[in-house]
Nanobody
Framework: QVQLVESGGGSVETGGSLRLSCTGSGNIFNRDVVGWYRQPPGGQRKLVAHISTQGSTFYTDSVKGRFTVSQDIAKNTVYLQMDSLQLSDTADYYC?????WGQGTQVSVSE
């Protein structure tokens, strides 16, 4: 089991940026992918992006060109750089490795 801790959330205005971090207590890069998910208020949790151990990435359409997922293997950390934030990006963001989830970090975007 991997313990995951997200950080970096906060409140920003539209067009702003945030960088989320997901750090694992164990080696999170033993798994196939590390995924970032988000759950908006009253909504369902959905995949935003993921990165494989080889560095290949996936993005859901709504964040393509605005979000970038990256990894620092030495720090056992995966990042989600979020630029050009929109109101619709407001959500709790979670990272996931296999069956293990972090506790989430809140992102709030306002006008």
């Amino acid at each position: 089991q991997v313990q995951l801790v997200e950080s970096g959330g906060g409140s920003v205005e539209t067009g702003g940026s945030l960088r989320l971090s997901c750090t694992g207590s164990g080696n999170i890069f033993n798994r196939d992918v590390v995924g970032w998910y988000r759950q908006p208020p009253g909504g369902q949790r959905k995949l935003v992006a993921h990165i494989s151990t080889q560095g290949s990435t996936f993005y859901t359409d709504s964040v393509k060109g605005r979000f970038t997922v990256s990894q620092d293997i030495a720090k056992n950390t995966v990042y989600l750089q979020m630029d050009s934030l929109q109101l619709s990006d407001t959500a709790d963001y979670y990272c996931r490795v296999g069956a293990d989830w972090g506790q989430g970090t809140q992102v709030s975007v306002s006008e």
